[in-house]
């Protein structure tokens, strides 16, 4: 048998040291994933006793800051009988086709002026004037010219979305490592295709940088501007709440409304993940 085969079969087996130190590291890193979850679990354990034991003590005053166990009594009464999912709904929907709205504009926008001379030259001050104006300080602007409806709420997502994927695009694209450059036009690559193969790839972790903060941006901004001018929403419910000193109905909207962020972060985080599966 030819010694070159010999050599192939024997780099082919397996090293039983490597196998090992495989075994280990992955059996350490699953310790590590448990003990961070556990973690994280007595975290807000001990949140919810903190919740619950000081209007009990009269630490806190138990009529606007009832125990943990009377909001969530009526979180779950208004879930069965479908007020919490009516609001929840209509913010949903405001918060969704803003943020996407932003999405489709903001990345290929971004893309454009970090590639593009030109566009870079022709957007920037423009861009700069806009992005150091707060969203919540053009929402009377908006609903004076857009209205109470829903195209108002909508616009003030999108403008407090818009942003933060733009610059992240921009950063993303504009500082794509120049060995890959170098490489894609080694292997002959058009400026098209570097760009969707290369430079797009690699301005994906940055661009979902942006992408998360815009997505707790669409809430937050969201909820403010229903508590201005709207019928539901869970904004309208916290407001509503609040002045028919609901005390119990409010918290279960401020509680849901941290759920609902907490849920479009690890969802983007997830969505992250599966986009960057190159990364080691």
Same mark, same amino acid.
């Given at each position: ?36 979850? @556990? /973690?994280? %679990? #007595? ?10 034991? +000081?209007?009990? *003590?009269?630490? &806190? ?57 030109? @566009? /870079?030259? %022709? #957007? ?10 707060? +969203?919540?300080? *053009?929402?009377? &602007? ?73 997505? +707790? ?64």
């Amino acid at each position: 048998m030819p010694s070159s085969v010999i050599e192939e079969r024997i780099e082919a087996r397996p090293n039983p040291r490597q196998e090992a130190a495989a075994g280990v590291r992955s059996a350490r890193s699953r310790s590590r994933s448990t003990g961070t979850w @556990v /973690r994280g %679990l #007595l975290g807000v354990l001990l949140l919810a006793a903190i919740w619950e034991l +000081a209007p009990r *003590l009269g630490l &806190v005053d138990s009529y606007f800051f009832p125990p943990l166990h009377v909001v969530l009594q009526t979180w779950w009464e208004m879930v069965r009988d479908g007020e919490m999912w009516k609001h929840t709904r209509a913010s949903l929907i405001r918060a969704g086709v803003g943020f996407a709205t932003a999405l489709v504009v903001a990345i290929p926008l971004g893309a454009a002026v970090a590639w593009y001379r030109p @566009v /870079r030259e %022709l #957007l920037t001050p423009s861009m700069e004037f806009f992005r150091n104006t707060a +969203a919540l300080a *053009l929402l009377p &602007v908006f609903t004076l010219v857009l209205g109470i409806g829903e195209l108002s709420k909508i616009a003030i997502v999108f403008y407090a979305c818009f942003f933060p994927i733009l610059l992240s695009t921009i950063a993303g694209v504009a500082t794509v490592d120049p060995q890959l450059l170098r490489s894609a036009r080694v292997l002959g690559l058009s400026p098209s295709a570097t760009f969707r193969k290369v430079v797009f790839p690699a301005a994906v972790p940055t661009i979902f940088t942006g992408i998360r903060i815009s997505g +707790a941006a669409a809430i937050l901004v969201l909820i403010a501007a229903e508590m201005v001018g709207a019928n539901a929403g869970l904004g309208f419910l916290i407001n509503y709440a609040q002045y028919n000193f609901l005390i119990p109905k409010m918290y279960a909207a401020i509680l849901t409304t941290s759920l609902l962020g907490l849920a479009v972060n690890y969802g983007l985080v997830a969505l992250e993940k599966r986009f960057s599966r190159w990364r080691v």
